[in-house]
């Protein structure tokens, strides 16, 4: 379990440029043939898991409402549950997972199906994500929250 505080109604703009400028900054080349120019990234780097740090990290106050969430997945996962809850106990837990497998399947079918999303009085719990990592769609709203992650496995 993570704790996060989320400040109201500022975007942060370091959060953009560390996503989408710093990392072609860091390694690309510009490459130009004809009249059209390439982005050339290199050799695929070899990339250990170890490298993904939970995010955002325990007692981070952030700038942006609702922040990205990025978590270590386990060996054999094929989906992740996300929880994000004002309680540290997850009380709405049980409720709100029912809620998303009467919506649907918690591992989806297709890389490409949109998570299922239920929302409680004082938590939100997001379900059938492909990858470790999760940008909400919705605001939190500025206060302290909670969150955890779950491994869906195919057994």
Known sequence: MQATVVLPGRWSYQLILCLFILPFGLFAHRVEAAS???LFLGESPSLSVDLLVP???????????APGFNWLPEDGSRAFILEISRNQDFPESHDLLEKVRESGALIPPFGT??????KGKFSWLV?????????????????????????????
């Open 36 to 38: 059209e120019e390439y």
């Open 55 to 65: 995010a955002p990290a325990e007692g981070e106050t952030v700038d942006i409402d």
């Open 127 to 155: 379900a059938g994500l492909p990858l470790s990592l999760y940008h909400p769609s919705f605001q939190l709203g500025a206060g302290h929250w909670f969150w955890c992650w779950h491994c869906a496995f195919s057994d």
């Open 113 to 118: 199906s949109p998570p299922l999303i239920a």
